[in-house]
């Protein structure tokens, strides 16, 4: 049985686009879940688009994302070069061997000449104008240094048919398709003809790439015939949308990995997430690591229909994989977001991690959830107010003179005494804990909603500043 080998082929023109890596995703998964090899191939012949450093942000995704391929340019292989700039000689040797085939032909039609025959339909196809020129005036052509390009020779008659793994039979009429350049006057190969070469040579058993080139996917068979090469199986996946109109686009705001790593979602949850646009393992587990998808990943719970990105799910599972770290991994993590902060070099950023680590979904709330802790002033007395444990502001004038008189005592001023002595403060004064706790935790922070308890929050604020915001707190109400 041939050997399972699955490739992913970006174009260095900048940050890894979330459809790019999920097609990663998927062809890493289909080949490891079968024993096979997953190779990475950079795409740079167009070199308008090329970026610089493009292609380390791709090797550094990559890895981020944990897909480790077996060959790519940077860790060698047997079938390379892996960088098609590299591979010019290649592509030259079998343009011309192609056109000798019949399957491509010399063009030497001028921009004037084009753009005259789209004068009046933008989308008219190439009229076949070279095809039929003699070899010896082509070759004389060439040695005059006339500019040409090499277009493929598209049948005008009949129709191309091949089995999509996904999307079952597909056919397509040759007078759909056009007579596309194969190699550019610059000698560069267009992807129509290099992704063809390179699959073929790189023996690339299944070709797994975006739906967009299902009806491409005819002309890439008539060179793999032509040649008399077999043609790989093809996987399309489904478009990844924004919503129900509008694909998931840069135009439209965040689509790029990096992106997401940058509002502070982890890698680990990027992946699962994207592996489930698209497609439903049959158990319907959506929390998953990559082992658990090459274990459970089959092209029978790959959809054929768009998918909608959904950022609240994905902040959801986000959320998940947060809880699921120890301290010291969510600490690593959040710590540039701490930095952030206004709190960075007043409060103990380690203590704060292990509150905020279940009360996160994403990194980047971190300040939003804290910045309040570093600038505590006037705030509303009706906080004090609360139906369940009975209290509101005078309860409270009532109850701050004893919890400072409590805290003054305690010496060592961790959570757990804390919360030890002042319950037995509270039970000796016949209070109830809740009570005497939403005091004391208003008091000292002035919010509704905090990452932690009173004690919790006192013992990052430590003693001297505790007493501060109590006293503060309790000549407040005295005063309104």
Same mark, same amino acid.
């Given at each position: %049985?041939?050997?399972?080998?699955?490739?992913?082929?970006?174009?260095?023109?900048?940050?890894?686009? *979330?459809?790019?890596?999920?097609?990663?995703?998927?062809?890493?998964?289909?080949?490891?879940?079968?024993?096979?090899?997953?190779?990475?191939?950079?795409?740079?012949?167009?070199?308008?688009?090329?970026?610089?450093?493009?292609? +380390?942000?791709?090797?550094?995704? =990559?890895?981020?994302?944990?897909?480790?391929?077996?060959?790519?340019? $940077?860790?060698?292989?047997?079938?390379?070069?892996?960088?098609?700039? +590299?591979?010019? +000689?290649?592509?030259?040797?079998?343009?011309? =061997?192609?056109?000798?085939?019949?399957?491509?032909?010399? /063009?030497? /039609?001028?921009?004037?000449?084009?753009?005259?025959?789209?004068?009046?339909?933008?989308?008219?196809?190439?009229?076949?104008?070279?095809?039929?020129?003699?070899?010896?005036?082509?070759?004389?052509?060439?040695?005059?240094?006339?500019?040409?390009?090499?277009?493929?020779?598209? @049948?005008?008659?009949?129709?191309?048919?091949?089995?999509?793994?996904?999307?079952? !039979?597909?056919?397509?009429?040759?007078?759909?398709?056009?007579d596309n350049v194969l190699?550019?006057?610059?000698?560069?190969?267009?992807?129509?003809?290099?992704?063809?070469?390179? $699959?073929? =040579?790189?023996?690339?058993?299944?070709?797994?790439?975006?739906?967009?080139?299902?009806?491409?996917?005819?002309?890439?068979? *008539?060179?793999y015939d032509a040649f008399?090469?077999?043609?790989? !199986?093809?996987?399309?996946?489904?478009?990844? %949308?924004?919503?129900?109109?509008?694909?998931?686009?840069?135009?439209?705001?965040?689509?790029?990995?990096?992106?997401?790593?940058?509002?502070?979602?982890?890698? @680990?949850?990027?992946?699962?997430?994207?592996?489930l646009l698209g497609w439903?393992?049959?158990?319907?587990? !959506?929390?998953?690591?990559?082992?658990? %998808?090459?274990?459970?990943?089959?092209?029978?719970?790959?959809?054929?229909?768009?998918?909608?990105?959904?950022?609240?799910?994905?902040?959801?599972?986000?959320?998940?994989? =947060?809880?699921?770290?120890?301290?010291?991994?969510?600490?690593?993590?959040?710590?540039?977001?701490?930095?952030?902060?206004?709190?960075?070099?007043?409060? $103990?950023?380690?203590?704060?991690?292990?509150?905020?680590?279940?009360?996160?979904?994403?990194?980047?709330?971190?300040?939003?959830?804290?910045? #309040?802790?570093?600038?505590?002033?006037?705030?509303?007395? !009706?906080?004090?107010?609360?139906?369940?444990?009975?209290?509101?502001?005078?309860?409270?004038?009532?109850?701050?003179?004893?919890?400072?008189?409590?805290?003054?005592?305690?010496?060592?001023?961790?959570?757990?005494?804390?919360?030890?002595?002042?319950?037995?403060?509270?039970?000796?004064?016949?209070?109830?804990?809740?009570?005497?706790? #939403?005091?004391?935790?208003?008091?000292?922070?002035?919010?509704?909603?905090? @990452?932690?308890?009173?004690?919790? %929050?006192? +013992?990052?604020?430590?003693?001297?500043?505790?007493?501060?915001?109590?006293?503060?707190?309790?000549?407040?109400?005295?005063?309104?």
């Open positions: %049985m041939k050997k399972v080998r699955t490739r992913f082929a970006p174009s260095p023109t900048g940050f890894m686009h *979330l459809g790019g890596m999920r097609t990663a995703l998927y062809a890493y998964i289909y080949a490891k879940a079968r024993g096979g090899d997953f190779i990475l191939r950079i795409e740079d012949t167009d070199r308008e688009r090329y970026v610089d450093g493009a292609v +380390e942000v791709i090797y550094q995704t =990559l890895k981020d994302g944990g897909l480790i391929y077996d060959e790519g340019p $940077d860790v060698g292989g047997s079938f390379g070069p892996y960088v098609q700039s +590299e591979r010019m +000689e290649i592509y030259k040797k079998y343009a011309e =061997l192609l056109v000798e085939k019949g399957g491509a032909y010399y /063009c030497f /039609c001028d921009k004037a000449r084009l753009e005259e025959l789209k004068k009046d339909d933008e989308n008219a196809k190439y009229d076949k104008h070279c095809l039929n020129l003699s070899k010896e005036e082509v070759e004389m052509r060439i040695k005059r240094g006339d500019s040409y390009v090499i277009r493929q020779n598209i @049948p005008e008659h009949g129709v191309g048919t091949y089995t999509d793994l996904v999307f079952g !039979e597909i056919s397509v009429d040759y007078s759909d398709l056009d190699i550019k006057s610059d000698g560069m190969p267009t992807y129509n003809f290099a992704n063809v070469v390179d $699959d073929h =040579l790189m023996e690339i058993s299944h070709v797994i790439r975006g739906v967009e080139y299902l009806s491409s996917t005819p002309k890439y068979n *008539l060179m008399g090469w077999e043609r790989p !199986e093809y996987i399309h996946l489904p478009v990844i %949308m924004k919503d129900a109109t509008r694909k998931l686009s840069k135009r439209y705001g965040d689509a790029n990995f990096d992106d997401f790593i940058a509002k502070g979602f982890t890698a @680990p949850a990027i992946m699962n997430y994207i592996a439903c393992p049959k158990d319907n587990v !959506e929390k998953m690591n990559l082992d658990d %998808m090459i274990e459970k990943f089959s092209l029978d719970g790959v959809s054929k229909s768009p998918s909608i990105f959904d950022e609240t799910k994905l902040r959801w599972l986000n959320g998940e994989y =947060l809880k699921a770290m120890d301290d010291e991994e969510f600490f690593a993590l959040a710590k540039p977001f701490f930095e952030k902060s206004k709190v960075y070099g007043k409060f $103990d950023i380690k203590k704060l991690a292990k509150l905020l680590k279940s009360r996160v979904e994403i990194l980047s709330e971190i300040p939003e959830k804290i910045d #309040w802790l570093a600038e505590f002033n006037s705030y509303d007395k !009706e906080l004090f107010f609360n139906k369940k444990n009975k209290t509101n502001s005078e309860v409270a004038i009532s109850l701050l003179p004893e919890i400072i008189e409590s805290v003054k005592g305690i010496s060592d001023f961790t959570n757990a005494t804390l919360f030890e002595k002042l319950s037995e403060k509270a039970t000796a004064l016949g209070v109830k804990t809740g009570a005497f706790f #939403w005091v004391m935790r208003i008091a000292i922070t002035g919010q509704a909603v905090t @990452p932690g308890g009173a004690t919790e %929050m006192a +013992e990052i604020l430590q003693k001297e500043e505790t007493l501060r915001r109590l006293q503060f707190s309790l000549d407040m109400l005295k005063n309104s």
